[in-house]
């Protein structure tokens, strides 16, 4: 990923903005202001870059530390970035039932744990990959709560509310381990 297309026709700004998000995920980089301006603290931030990555510590960026700042700075900017979206992929009209088994109930069923140990209304499922009796009741459980049908089975309306539900209750479990 490169710097926003704002950027574009900026190279001291894009540079600025490169060497803040390393910064942001290793303390052993200088921070400074994206301001478009090459003064002292960006020649600082430069040197401090060059010397850490084995370059010639002059402060001026040159091809070699433009390359090395860009080679740091991709994975940087996914770890500062917000996780990747994992989208299940349900067909249109796709109901699973008890009984069958779909690689996704892996991951529904991880999500039901979640809220169980949150939500003590809802069962412990098993991490079994088939819509047993366990996730049948803790699905029926979770669909109460929803006001959705209980109908235990899986489909897509039941898969947005937990989809919705599910950060919540992550969210909330957070907060109560740092009380």
């Keep these: 990923m490169r710097p926003p297309e704002s950027f574009i026709g900026q190279?001291?700004?894009?540079?600025?903005?490169?060497?803040?998000?390393l910064s942001e995920c290793d303390d052993s980089y200088l921070s400074l202001v994206t301001d478009g301006i090459y003064g002292p603290e960006t020649m600082a931030a430069v040197t401090n870059f060059q010397r850490k990555h084995g370059l010639p510590a002059t402060g001026?960026?040159?091809q070699a530390t433009w390359e090395a700042v860009v080679t740091e700075f991709e994975p940087a900017l996914v770890i500062?970035?917000?996780?990747?979206?994992?989208?299940?992929?349900?067909?249109?009209?796709?109901?699973?039932r008890k009984g069958e088994s779909d690689p996704v109930l892996y991951i529904v069923q991880s999500?039901?744990?979640?809220?169980?140990?949150?939500?003590?209304?809802?069962?412990?499922?098993?991490?079994?990959?088939?819509?047993?009796?366990?996730?049948?009741?803790?699905?029926?459980?979770?669909q109460h709560l929803s006001g959705l049908p209980m109908s235990?089975?899986?489909?897509?309306?039941?898969?947005?509310?937990?989809?919705?539900?599910?950060?919540?209750?992550?969210?909330?479990m957070k907060r109560s381990k740092d009380r």
Excluded at 80 to 96: A, D, K, M, R, T
Excluded at 118 to 125: K, L, M, W
Aim: hydrophobic share 45%; charged share 10%; net charge positive.
């Design 111 to 142: 999500m039901l744990l979640v809220m169980a140990r949150f939500y003590g209304s809802i069962g412990i499922p098993t991490l079994s990959g088939t819509l047993d009796g366990p996730t049948y009741d803790a699905l029926c459980s979770f």
């Design 80 to 96: 500062q970035g917000p996780s990747q979206l994992l989208e299940v992929c349900l067909n249109p009209g796709q109901v699973i």
């Design 152 to 172: 235990g089975h899986l489909n897509k309306i039941t898969w947005k509310h937990l989809a919705l539900q599910y950060p919540l209750a992550v969210d909330l």
């Design 11 to 21: 190279p001291i700004r894009s540079l600025q903005t490169m060497l803040r998000v």
């Design 60 to 62: 001026v960026t040159n």
